[in-house]
Every structure is written in structure tokens, then in C-alpha cells.
């Protein structure tokens, strides 16, 4: 099956083409740097990682850059309450993203451009527009004529006449600039200095620039004129993509994405999140109450056009998921050894339901189809895993047994999904944060219960099971009297 995506653009599904053959460009509109990450943001990355994964596994070289918004409005409010500089606040916060995104299991892309960094660009890009009549200077003020560039509208559907001054959020009632522009829609390239902002020179005056050319500036500077894939949260499809596609195609005459994708929006107990209503919950809050692999997870089961709800009872249900995968994961390590992999680990995956998943993945994404698939693997290793427990064989050969396990492994890469192993070799497991019994008091329980079975207490023995069992501790006992524990 071919690689179908629903592109923005065209707005239907349809084959997936790079322009170059087996290389992919990459640009995901990233993090206004002003505050910690919320769960918004963890959706966004954590989807657009797993994509970028899932086209390396299908042998796509690609550059996946994401950028740092580290000029805004939000930052300057933030610095001036603090009393610091934009820069203190910024990098601040860059630095509890990288944090986050690592627990998160997020992986690092290619090259995060900040705007600060690439001024220079930025304002070539503009002098560019208001060279080919574009964009026009006004009061220190630069903006873009959006009447001039005929497709404006393209991507989000939108049409100018059909819209009303401030529908989108660029033009308020009380909106300063008004008298400056020549067109209510018309929005800034670059802003002209406030008493006791944060400025940087340039040919139209003390100012800093506009959001919108932020963008179109870094994804040129880092990917070239055109890319293959740009992607971002559904909320940015108007204005900020339809003014990115404005500027850079009125300056390179080329399109500036062949396809745009966005994802859908996160909601909290069915509301849509916001401070004010006390549902607001940031990425390094969630993930002290959670397993980021339970969060993972339970990101992946939703398509990723789709709104997401968060609530307890979807991420317990999570839980279970990731329990039942983990198990299967773990295959390895707790049955290893009985089957006599440690000489010969597995390597080969099975290319049918390889080729499963992909035929399943290349509509659109759809991970959750290709969950599906691994959560067959992981029951079916549960099942054999509870004969070699109960009976000490199983029903298939040790072969099949690491066939599947490799696949299963292999597969879950592509999701980012791994179970966390101790370096004692106990496996610590998933959930809500950790409240039970220490490592020590596992290990001199399981010793009583190895010396109650041995004087054959039985009854003793069930006891401290059924007791770590209540804690989330399970045993599994291996031949020659050892026993191996990890947390469910």
C-alpha cells in the first residue's frame, strides 16, 4: 500500500510524493517559549515525533526541524513582570521543554531555530515583499497587503469577503495599528519599538518582527524555498500557516509546502483547557501522576486530526493498554533465559505482520490500527509467557517465541514505546506516582516467602504473594528456586 496523507492544502487524503525521491523535509511550528509546556504542546510533539519515526522505519531519510518562538508579546509581558529580559525568560523555558520532551520520550529533531536568531533573515524577507510591492512601511510599522496576493485563503477555506475585521484575531476594535494600515486585514511584518521593549535595528527602525515572517524566515533558512511536510496544531491553521504561505510564496513564487498537516486539539473532562477554568495541567504535572509511556499511549489511540479528551478514566484505560504491552515487552527479559536466548537473542522480526502494520499506518497515520497489531503480539506472548510460567513450556518453539518478541520490540520502537528496566534487573512498571513498597521491602518479603515455601507453609507463602500481589508487585517464580518481581 502506498503512504496516503490528508493534506490541509487540497483538503482530502492523497498519495504521498517527496520531493526528492526518498528524502523528506520536515517543519513543525514549535513552542512560544513563555511558560511550561501543557498538554497541547505534548500532543503536538509527540505526534509529529512518532511520524517522523514511522517514515525513518519506512526508509525515508528525514530533516525534521522545529523552531523556538523566543520574540513574542507573551514572552515581553512575562519578562516585564518578572523584571528580567525576554532572553532570561526564553531560555528558562527552552530548557524545561528539553525536560519534559525527555520524559516524555520525545525525541530530538534535527535543529530547533530560534527567531532571535535569525534576524537577519527575517528582514531580508521583508525588504524582498516590499520590493515586489508586497508589503509597505508604515509609522516604523512593515506590513503585508493581503489583498495582494490572490490565493490568500487557500489553505484554511477562508475567503476576504466573507470575513469580518477581528474574526480571526488579528484586527480588534481597539487595535492600535488600525490607522496605520491601508487594509483591516493587512498584518505586521515588523513592529516598531515600544518605550521599554526589548528592540533590535533595522533599516525601518528600532522594532522586532512580526510572528508570521518568524516562521517563513526559519523554515527558508533551515529547509529551502519549498518542503515537503508542514505540520503544526489544528489552531494554527488561521492566520498563522495562511500568512506563512502568503508571505513565502509571494517572495519565492514557489509553494512553500506540498503538504500541510495538523493535528486535532486537546480538551480536559470534555472542556476545552484554559487557566480560568482550572483545568489548565502542564506536561511535568501529568507526568508525576503518570507513566509517560501510559501518556504516550494514550495520545496514540486517538487519530491524530481527532480532539483528544483527557480524563482519568481514558488514561486509566491507558494503563491497562500499556500493562498488557509491557508485558510482551518484557518477554525477553523474564523468559529469556528459560528458553535460552542469552547466547542467541533474537533478531528476526516477521515481514508479514511488518508489512501488516504498514498497510494499516500508511492511511493517514493511523497508529491506532497499528496498535491493534502490537497489542496482538503482546496477548499472544502473555499467553505463551503464562505456560512457560505454570507448565514451563510452551506452545510454540523457542524460534516463533523470538520471532514475535523482535517484531513486537521493533514495532513499539516506532511508537517510542519502552518499558523502564531497573538496573538491579527488577522492572518497574506504570502508572500513578510510586507510593508502594521499596525495593528492599519486595526483596525481604520474597525471601520470607522462599523460606515459607521451603519448611512447605504454603499458606504463608500465598499470604505474602496475595500481599505484594496487593501492591502491584508480581512474582514470577524460574526454575531453580528463583524468583523475579516487577511492579504492575
Given at each position: 500500500?502506498?503512504?496516503?496523507?490528508?493534506?490541509?492544502?487540497t483538503?482530502?487524503?492523497e498519495?504521498f510524493?517527496?520531493?526528492?525521491p526518498?528524502?523528506?523535509?520536515?517543519?513543525?511550528?514549535?513552542?512560544?517559549?513563555?511558560?511550561?509546556?501543557?498538554?497541547?504542546?505534548?500532543?503536538?510533539?509527540l505526534?509529529?515525533?512518532?511520524?517522523?519515526?514511522?517514515?525513518?522505519?519506512?526508509?525515508y531519510e528525514v530533516q525534521y526541524?522545529?523552531?523556538?518562538?523566543?520574540?513574542?508579546d507573551?514572552?515581553?509581558?512575562?519578562?516585564?513582570?518578572e523584571?528580567?529580559?525576554?532572553?532570561?525568560?526564553s531560555?528558562?523555558?527552552?530548557?524545561?521543554?528539553?525536560?519534559?520532551m525527555?520524559?516524555?520520550?520525545?525525541?530530538?529533531?534535527?535543529?530547533?531555530?530560534?527567531?532571535?536568531?535569525?534576524?537577519?533573515?527575517m528582514?531580508?524577507l521583508?525588504?524582498?515583499?516590499?520590493?515586489?510591492?508586497?508589503?509597505?512601511?508604515?509609522?516604523?510599522?512593515?506590513?503585508?497587503?493581503?489583498?495582494?496576493?490572490?490565493e490568500?485563503?487557500?489553505l484554511?477555506?477562508?475567503?476576504?469577503e466573507?470575513?469580518?475585521?477581528?474574526?480571526?484575531?488579528?484586527?480588534?476594535?481597539?487595535?492600535?495599528d488600525?490607522?496605520?494600515?491601508?487594509?483591516p486585514?493587512?498584518?505586521?511584518?515588523?513592529k516598531?519599538?515600544?518605550?521599554?521593549?526589548?528592540?533590535?535595528?533595522s533599516?525601518?527602525g528600532?522594532g522586532?518582527?512580526?510572528?508570521?515572517?518568524?516562521c517563513?524566515?526559519m523554515?527558508?533558512?533551515?529547509?529551502?524555498?519549498?518542503?515537503?511536510?508542514?505540520?503544526g496544531?489544528?489552531d494554527?491553521?488561521?492566520p498563522?500557516?495562511?500568512?506563512?504561505?502568503?508571505q513565502?510564496?509571494?517572495a519565492?513564487?514557489?509553494?512553500?509546502?506540498?503538504?500541510?498537516l495538523?493535528n486535532?486539539?486537546?480538551?480536559?473532562?470534555?472542556?476545552?483547557m484554559?487557566?480560568?477554568?482550572g483545568n489548565?495541567?502542564?506536561?511535568?504535572d501529568?507526568?508525576?501522576?503518570?507513566?509517560?509511556?501510559?501518556?504516550?499511549l494514550?495520545?496514540?489511540?486517538?487519530h491524530y486530526?481527532?480532539?483528544?479528551?483527557?480524563t482519568?478514566?481514558?488514561?486509566?484505560?491507558?494503563?491497562?493498554g500499556?500493562?498488557t504491552?509491557?508485558?510482551?515487552?518484557?518477554?525477553?527479559?523474564?523468559y529469556?533465559?528459560?528458553?535460552?536466548?542469552?547466547?542467541?537473542?533474537?533478531k528476526?522480526?516477521?515481514?508479514?505482520?511488518?508489512?501488516?502494520?504498514a498497510?494499516?499506518?500508511?492511511?493517514?497515520?493511523?497508529?491506532?490500527?497499528?496498535?491493534a497489531?502490537?497489542?496482538?503480539?503482546?496477548k499472544?506472548?502473555?499467553?505463551e509467557?503464562n505456560?512457560?510460567l505454570h507448565?514451563?513450556r510452551?506452545?510454540?518453539?523457542?524460534?516463533e517465541?523470538?520471532?514475535?518478541?523482535h517484531?513486537?520490540?521493533?514495532?513499539a520502537?516506532?511508537?517510542?514505546?519502552?518499558p523502564?528496566?531497573?538496573e538491579?534487573g527488577?522492572?518497574?512498571?506504570?502508572g500513578?506516582?510510586?507510593?508502594?513498597?521499596?525495593d528492599?521491602?519486595v526483596?525481604?518479603?520474597?525471601?520470607?516467602?522462599?523460606?515459607?515455601?521451603?519448611e512447605?507453609?504454603?499458606?504463608?507463602a500465598?499470604?505474602i504473594?496475595d500481599?505484594?500481589?496487593?501492591?502491584?508487585?508480581k512474582?514470577?517464580?524460574?526454575p531453580g528456586?528463583?524468583?523475579r518481581?516487577?511492579?504492575?
Amino acid at each position: 500500500m502506498t503512504l496516503t496523507v490528508f493534506n490541509s492544502l487540497t483538503d482530502r487524503q492523497e498519495p504521498f510524493t517527496p520531493i526528492e525521491p526518498g528524502k523528506i523535509r520536515m517543519y513543525c511550528c514549535g513552542i512560544t517559549v513563555y511558560d511550561y509546556c501543557h498538554i497541547g504542546h505534548g500532543r503536538t510533539c509527540l505526534v509529529w515525533d512518532v511520524v517522523r519515526r514511522y517514515l525513518r522505519w519506512r526508509g525515508y531519510e528525514v530533516q525534521y526541524v522545529q523552531n523556538f518562538t523566543d520574540i513574542d508579546d507573551k514572552i515581553l509581558k512575562r519578562a516585564q513582570s518578572e523584571g528580567v529580559s525576554m532572553e532570561e525568560i526564553s531560555e528558562r523555558f527552552i530548557q524545561a521543554y528539553f525536560e519534559d520532551m525527555e520524559r516524555l520520550g520525545v525525541a530530538k529533531a534535527d535543529a530547533y531555530p530560534r527567531a532571535t536568531h535569525t534576524l537577519d533573515g527575517m528582514q531580508r524577507l521583508v525588504s524582498e515583499l516590499e520590493s515586489k510591492g508586497y508589503a509597505y512601511p508604515a509609522g516604523g510599522d512593515v506590513y503585508y497587503s493581503v489583498r495582494k496576493f490572490p490565493e490568500y485563503g487557500k489553505l484554511s477555506g477562508r475567503k476576504l469577503e466573507d470575513l469580518k475585521a477581528g474574526a480571526s484575531g488579528r484586527v480588534e476594535e481597539t487595535d492600535p495599528d488600525t490607522d496605520k494600515k491601508r487594509d483591516p486585514f493587512d498584518f505586521a511584518l515588523w513592529k516598531a519599538a515600544k518605550p521599554g521593549e526589548t528592540s533590535y535595528p533595522s533599516r525601518w527602525g528600532e522594532g522586532r518582527p512580526g510572528w508570521h515572517i518568524e516562521c517563513s524566515a526559519m523554515v527558508k533558512e533551515e529547509l529551502g524555498e519549498t518542503i515537503d511536510i508542514h505540520v503544526g496544531g489544528g489552531d494554527l491553521m488561521f492566520p498563522h500557516h495562511e500568512n506563512e504561505i502568503a508571505q513565502s510564496e509571494a517572495a519565492t513564487g514557489k509553494p512553500l509546502a506540498r503538504y500541510w498537516l495538523h493535528n486535532g486539539m486537546v480538551k480536559v473532562g470534555g472542556e476545552k483547557m484554559a487557566k480560568s477554568l482550572g483545568n489548565f495541567i502542564t506536561i511535568r504535572d501529568l507526568l508525576e501522576q503518570r507513566d509517560p509511556m501510559i501518556v504516550r499511549l494514550f495520545i496514540l489511540q486517538t487519530h491524530y486530526r481527532k480532539p483528544v479528551d483527557f480524563t482519568e478514566e481514558g488514561l486509566d484505560g491507558a494503563r491497562n493498554g500499556w500493562n498488557t504491552l509491557k508485558e510482551g515487552l518484557l518477554f525477553q527479559e523474564n523468559y529469556g533465559k528459560q528458553l535460552g536466548w542469552e547466547d542467541n537473542p533474537p533478531k528476526q522480526s516477521d515481514e508479514q505482520i511488518k508489512q501488516r502494520f504498514a498497510d494499516v499506518v500508511d492511511d493517514d497515520f493511523n497508529f491506532a490500527g497499528g496498535l491493534a497489531i502490537l497489542f496482538e503480539l503482546a496477548k499472544e506472548l502473555r499467553k505463551e509467557g503464562n505456560l512457560l510460567l505454570h507448565q514451563g513450556r510452551a506452545e510454540a518453539s523457542s524460534e516463533e517465541l523470538a520471532v514475535k518478541w523482535h517484531t513486537l520490540a521493533e514495532l513499539a520502537d516506532v511508537f517510542g514505546l519502552k518499558p523502564e528496566v531497573k538496573e538491579t534487573g527488577n522492572l518497574q512498571g506504570d502508572g500513578k506516582a510510586d507510593t508502594s513498597l521499596s525495593d528492599e521491602q519486595v526483596q525481604a518479603l520474597i525471601e520470607q516467602r522462599v523460606a515459607a515455601r521451603k519448611e512447605k507453609n504454603f499458606a504463608e507463602a500465598d499470604r505474602i504473594r496475595d500481599e505484594l500481589q496487593a501492591q502491584g508487585i508480581k512474582l514470577i517464580d524460574q526454575p531453580g528456586g528463583n524468583t523475579r518481581w516487577y511492579r504492575e
